[in-house]
C-alpha cells in the first residue's frame, strides 16, 4: 500500500512539474503595464458585502445589487455558498438588503432585469446557512422589485438544471432568455437556449443547438435589442495558459450576436478578437459605443494563466464592427468570476477571485471625458 501511495505522489509531482505554467502563482509572473484608453478609481478595498466570485450584479431602480455567489475562502463552520442581497446608490456605501433569501446560498446563479423586478436563475444552491445542507443544481426563476421578498415563478423549469449561463431579457416584449451553462454531476455543456414569456406564464424552447458550441462561462451583454457573446469554456478542453478553442466549431473564439429584431437568424458570427478570445469567467460590457473584454482565466485550466490571451484588454467598436487591443496590460489587477455593471456613465468592477482569493473591493472604470 505504501509502494502504490509513494507511486501516486511521484507520478503527481512529475505531473505538477510538467504543468508547472498553470500551478505557478502570478508573483512569478510580470504583467504589461496598462497603457490603454482607460483610467480606473479604486473605490472600495473592503465593502460591506462579504469577498465573493461566482456570483451576480445588475443595476436596478438606480441602484446597483449585489446578489449571491461562492467564498472559496471559507472553510469549515463558516458559509461558503452565500445567500444576501446587497445594494448601493453609489458604489461606495453599501446597505444589508437580505440575509436569508429563499433561493438559498447559490453561486453561478444569472441575473437580470424586466419591467419593475429583478430576475434571476439557476445556479448551484447549498443551504448551508440553514442547516440542512442540502445541494444541487438549480432549473429556476425567481423575482423580486425590492431584495426582500422574492417569488419563486418556476420551481422546475423545462430546461435542465444548470450553472454559469447566459440570461437577458427582451423588456419590450417582456421575455427572459436563458443559454448555455453546464452542469458538472453529468459533466454535460449546453448550447440550448428558452424563453419564458411573462405575461402568459409560459416557457418554450427557442432551439437545442444554438450552433457555437457547448459552452460555460462566457461573457455576454445586451446593447439595444441585440444580444452579445464570447469565449467561455468547454467540455474536455485539455490544458492550456493561453486556452482552448472548440476545434469541433467553427468560429469558436468569436463575438456572436443575437437580434431580437431577427430571432429567425439564430445566433450568427460577427468578428474575431485579435488575441484573448479563449478566456472564460471573464465580462464583456458596453461602454463608449464599444463592447469591452475584460480578464478571465485560461478557459482549459482552474488555475490563473499567465498570458496576455488572458488578461489584455480588448474592444469590439459597435460602429465600425472591428477588434482592438487597448492594451497588452489589465485594467485591474488580474482576476476572473467578477461582475461588471454600468453605472452613472461609467463602469463598475465588483468582486472576484484574484490571485489573493476572492475579494469585495470595488473599482470606477471610464474615459478621460466621463471623469
Known amino acids: 500500500m505504501k509502494k502504490k501511495i509513494a507511486l501516486i505522489l511521484f507520478i503527481s509531482i512529475v505531473f505538477i512539474a510538467c504543468e508547472g505554467d498553470f500551478l505557478t502563482p502570478l508573483e512569478d509572473y510580470t504583467f504589461s503595464t496598462y497603457d490603454g484608453n482607460l483610467s480606473t478609481t479604486k473605490l472600495r478595498t473592503n465593502a460591506k458585502f462579504s469577498n465573493r466570485e461566482d456570483f451576480e450584479a445588475l443595476v436596478f431602480d438606480n441602484k446597483i445589487w449585489v446578489l449571491g455567489g461562492y467564498d472559496s475562502s471559507a472553510r469549515g463552520d ?3 455558498y452565500i445567500e444576501d442581497v446587497y445594494s448601493s446608490e453609489d458604489g461606495i456605501n453599501w446597505t ?22 429583478m430576475y ?3 445556479g448551484f444552491e447549498v443551504d448551508q446557512a440553514g442547516g440542512t445542507d442540502s445541494r444541487g443544481y438549480k432549473n429556476d426563476l425567481w423575482r423580486s422589485n425590492d431584495g426582500i421578498s422574492w417569488e419563486e415563478i418556476s420551481s422546475s423549469a423545462p430546461w435542465t438544471a444548470r450553472m454559469n449561463h447566459g440570461m437577458l431579457a427582451d423588456e419590450d416584449n417582456n421575455i427572459i432568455y436563458i443559454f448555455g451553462g453546464f452542469n458538472a454531476d453529468d459533466t ?22 444554438m450552433g457555437l458550441g457547448a459552452r460555460a462561462g462566457f461573457a455576454y451583454c445586451k446593447v439595444g435589442n441585440v444580444f452579445y457573446l464570447q469565449g467561455g469554456s ?32 439564430g445566433w450568427t458570427y460577427l468578428s474575431t478578437p485579435t488575441s484573448g478570445y479563449t478566456r472564460s469567467e471573464h465580462s464583456l460590457i458596453s ?8 480578464s478571465g482565466k485560461s478557459n482549459s485550466s482552474l488555475y490563473f494563466s499567465k498570458n496576455s490571451n488572458t488578461y489584455s484588454t480588448q474592444y469590439y467598436d459597435l460602429n465600425s464592427s472591428s477588434w482592438t487591443k487597448d492594451s497588452e496590460g489589465v485594467i485591474v489587477e488580474p482576476r476572473y468570476s467578477y461582475e461588471c455593471v454600468l453605472f452613472n456613465d461609467k463602469i463598475l468592477l465588483i468582486g472576484g477571485y484574484s490571485n489573493d482569493g476572492p475579494q469585495n473591493d470595488v473599482w470606477e472604470i471610464y474615459t478621460s471625458e466621463d471623469n
Open 78 to 80: 463558516d458559509d461558503s
Open 96 to 117: 444589508l438588503v437580505s440575509d436569508d433569501v429563499p433561493w438559498k446560498g447559490r453561486r453561478g446563479l444569472a441575473a437580470t432585469v424586466c419591467g419593475n423586478y
Open 120 to 122: 434571476i436563475s439557476g
Open 188 to 209: 454535460t455543456y449546453f448550447s440550448d437556449m428558452y424563453k419564458y414569456d411573462i405575461a402568459n406564464n409560459q416557457w418554450s424552447k427557442v432551439t437545442d443547438d
Open 234 to 265: 468547454f467540455k474536455n478542453a485539455t490544458q492550456s495558459s493561453s486556452g482552448r478553442a472548440d476545434s469541433t466549431v467553427t468560429n469558436w473564439e468569436a463575438l456572436w450576436k443575437y437580434d431580437l429584431a431577427n430571432t429567425d437568424a
Open 287 to 294: 461602454y463608449d459605443d464599444k463592447l469591452w473584454m475584460f
